[in-house]
């Protein structure tokens, strides 16, 4: 026999719906009132009410306070999210360590820690930083979102081992770090962020073009992203380039590191930088680097035909390589296309994976409220 407390499914689903665009309205303007929020939702008062007494009832919600303003009529109750809805924690791992923020459910920063590279096993480590960074703030935490210099597997959700990969640090699965844990590319994350809140914002079908210590492309097309089968989509490094891997050329032309298989940062922004000093030599070395990754961009515009590209990295974002990328894929595609710098430049990747953990850890709370 069916519950009779139960809602049905269709009124179950209208509920979270209304529940998760009261929610949705709270997290952006932090404290509102029930009539602010029917008159921006669209939703009736009644309605409204009904959603506000169940995100309160269920622990979601909190009043915080009434309109003092002095005006006739009923005064109106504030409501926010409450202390302990929850957080969500994102972290991201590369060469230089592991970095974590963790926020409440509005995005408001609650911690932020930094941790050297060490000699323990790359899940361990990470472990050990995520835990710390969940301790930080009141309530559960409703999603993890950890970044990665390695491609992830969308089946498996661990990262690929790919021969000759410049961050060789170990293998990593989602489920050794705990549950709600989304593990994903840095490539990827960074991508996320630029389409969200930077260069790529209104764009249907876009590349996310990443030059640092290695290299990465992460793909749009039609609004989706595109992974591959393997989630080895974007791995430009191994493109052929004169009979070599795209990697390989860019090391032959002294941009590699002698003690790693990864491009040396320091290098390309050195010679970025003699070059927008005008030296000549660094200038010709400029132009034979922007000519060598614009034919590897003008090759994914020939197969893909976004709409716009954007570069981003330490290296890709920088003026002078992107208006030399930018003269070899106009001179190159078969069609016009925009090249343009990325606008996160605060560690795109961690923005990235936070909006992600932000989009997951809301939806959590929301089907939290449905099963109370």
Do not use: W
Not at 43 to 59: D, M, N
Not at 147 to 163: G, I, K, T
Not at 182 to 203: M, P, Q, W, Y
Not at 356 to 361: K, M
């Amino acid at each position: 026999m069916s519950d009779p407390d139960r809602p049905l499914p269709r009124l179950a689903m209208l509920r979270a719906m209304t529940d998760r665009a009261v929610l949705d309205r709270v997290f952006a303007r932090n404290r509102i009132t029930r009539a602010e929020l029917a008159a921006t939702t669209g939703i009736s008062k009644p309605t409204i009410s009904e959603s506000v007494r169940r995100l309160e009832t269920a622990g979601a919600l909190r009043a915080t306070g009434s309109d003092q303003t002095g005006r006739r009529g009923r005064i109106a109750t504030f409501y926010e999210l409450a202390a302990d809805a929850g957080r969500v924690v994102a972290a991201e791992v590369n060469q230089q360590g592991i970095r974590t923020v963790t926020t409440d459910l509005t995005g408001t920063v609650l911690a932020t820690e930094r941790h050297a590279p060490g000699r323990r096993p790359m899940a361990a480590a990470v472990r050990a930083a995520v835990t710390a960074a969940s301790a930080a703030g009141p309530g559960p935490v409703r999603a993890t979102a950890i970044s990665v210099a390695n491609p992830v597997d969308p089946v498996a959700h661990q990262v690929v081992a790919l021969p000759g990969s410049p961050f060789p640090e170990g293998t990593l699965r989602a489920g050794e770090i705990g549950s709600d844990v989304l593990l994903d590319n840095d490539v990827n994350f960074s991508a996320l962020a630029e389409r969200r809140e930077g260069a790529a914002r209104g764009a249907k079908s876009f590349a996310y073009v990443y030059v640092g210590a290695g290299l990465g492309v992460s793909l749009y097309v039609g609004e989706h992203l595109i992974r591959g089968a393997h989630g080895l989509a974007g791995e430009i490094g191994y493109l052929d380039s004169a009979g070599r891997t795209l990697a390989d050329a860019l090391a032959g032309q002294g941009f590699g590191r002698a003690d790693a298989p990864s491009l040396d940062v320091g290098a390309l922004l050195s010679t970025l930088d003699n070059a927008a000093s005008g030296d000549a030599v660094a200038i010709e070395r400029l132009q034979l680097l922007g000519a060598t990754l614009g034919r590897a961009v003008a090759a994914i515009c020939t197969i893909v035909d976004p709409d716009l590209i954007v570069l981003g990295g330490p290296a890709g974002s920088r003026a002078g390589l992107v208006t030399e990328i930018r003269r070899t894929v106009s001179a190159a595609a078969p069609g016009p296309v925009r090249v343009t710098a990325g606008e996160v430049t605060d560690s795109a990747a961690l923005r990235g994976a936070l909006l992600s953990a932000l989009d997951h850890g809301r939806d959590r709370l929301v089907e939290a409220v449905a099963e109370s």
